[in-house]
């Protein structure tokens, strides 16, 4: 099946748009936890956009890419989630 | 022979089989060679990690292995209400109206996977967000709330979904 | 079916939009946390959805396949992890003001 139109570029363009979008709360986020859901946004897009590339040049190397970078990203956040309890527990 | 070491021996081959499916999912192929890695680190790993993937407590077998067509049900109602809850979700970012509540209340399953899975499902669901889950209490943010009654509310948001897990799991 | 497709890769870009717009506009943690555990997740699924439904029945749809799966299960996660967070450091949820109230 082929698309006549070059609408994965369009999703490429717009998922980098929307994750710059995401950043845009990580920078101005009052709480460590609004900057957090920033982060998480900015993972899941990059995984997206990981994805899409994938599939746009048929290389499937790029989704072992996506898989880890959403794994890290996952296990990152859960780090920074229990680094900032532990340091509000003043341990 | 001792019931524990067959209860760890029988934890450590149901881990390998879960981390095999992944395996074979993952690389897509059949062959011989790339089973034979796939059985070798499977097994590696679920004798490092077995103690963590399944507790010792859970001994009932309904709560380990779910069934699987009741389970593939469940994922197409799940896949439908996720994006009922996101076309909810963006009425409320245009219209930004919301009277957004904390309730609290309890759940009747089991089995710990079958509490992750009810608690994933909430937040999935319309409006819902599973804040906190400890044993068998929720702590639930809900926007558009219309009750703060514990057992009212509770019934609103699992809805069938606690009925439906009980048959899976336990 | 390629319409099938234009339709759920315009559902993903439509609901990432909205969902990024709410978590800028909403007033606070978990109200925000609800935009993006809703349409963050709805938008990435409609693109898998998409691109699974593009390359048909090939190696490369099982592996999105597996990409997707661990995506449902990690970013409930993660937003309910965050959500505690908020919840145990004793952040108050944002209320309707009260003269509209009832």
């Known amino acids: 099946m082929d698309l006549s139109v070059p609408v994965l570029d369009v999703v490429i363009f717009v998922l980098m748009g929307i ?3 995401s950043m845009v709360r990580v920078i101005i986020g009052p709480t460590p936890e609004d900057r957090l859901i920033g982060l998480n946004l900015v993972v899941a897009q990059v995984a997206g956009i990981l994805v899409v590339i994938a599939v746009k040049f048929d290389r499937s190397i790029y989704l072992d890419v996506a898989l880890v970078y959403a794994i890290l990203g996952f296990i990152g956040i859960l780090a920074i989630a229990k680094y900032l309890r532990g340091r509000q527990l003043g341990e | 022979m001792d019931v524990f070491l067959r209860w760890k021996i029988i934890r450590i081959i149901l881990t390998a ?3 095999m ?3 074979i999912l993952f690389t897509g192929t059949l062959a011989l060679f790339s089973i034979f890695l796939g059985v070798i680190f499977s097994f590696c790993i679920a004798f490092l990690t077995y103690n963590i993937f399944i507790e010792e407590s859970e001994a009932a077998r309904r709560a380990l292995l779910p069934r699987i067509y009741l389970l593939l049900v469940y994922l ?3 896949v439908f209400k996720i994006y009922l809850a996101s076309f909810k ?3 409320a970012v245009i219209t930004a109206n919301m009277n957004p509540r904390i309730v609290h209340f309890r759940t009747r399953l089991k089995s710990e996977l079958a509490r992750v899975v009810l608690a ?12 906190n889950l400890d044993e068998d209490h929720l702590i639930v943010h809900w926007l558009n709330a219309k009750t ?9 948001i699992k809805s069938h979904f606690e009925a439906w897990l009980r048959r899976i799991w336990i | 079916m390629i319409l099938l497709v234009y339709a759920f890769l315009g559902m993903g870009i439509f609901f990432g939009v909205l969902g990024n717009i709410g978590v800028l506009r909403f007033p606070d943690v978990y109200t925000r946390l609800q935009a993006s555990s809703k349409c963050g997740v709805t938008s990435l699924l409609s693109i898998f959805i998409a691109l699974m439904l593009l390359k048909g029945l090939t190696p490369m749809t099982l592996r999105i396949l597996v990409i997707t799966i661990f995506f449902l299960i990690s970013s409930p996660v993660a937003s309910h992890v965050i959500g505690r967070r908020a919840w145990e450091q004793g952040i ?8 509209s109230r009832d």
Do not use: C, D, F, Q
Not at chain 3, 92 to 99: D, I, S, V
């Open chain 2, 148 to 156: 703060t009654h514990s057992h009212y509310a509770g019934r609103l």
């Open chain 2, 21 to 23: 499916v992944g395996w």
């Open chain 2, 76 to 78: 197409g109602v799940l």
């Open chain 2, 89 to 91: 979700m963006s009425l």
């Open chain 2, 120 to 131: 994933n499902s909430i937040t999935l669901t319309p409006g819902t967000l599973t804040l």
């Open chain 1, 19 to 21: 994750s710059l979008m």
């Open chain 2, 17 to 19: 089989a879960y981390l």
């Open chain 3, 92 to 99: 108050a949820p944002w209320r309707k003001k009260p003269e």
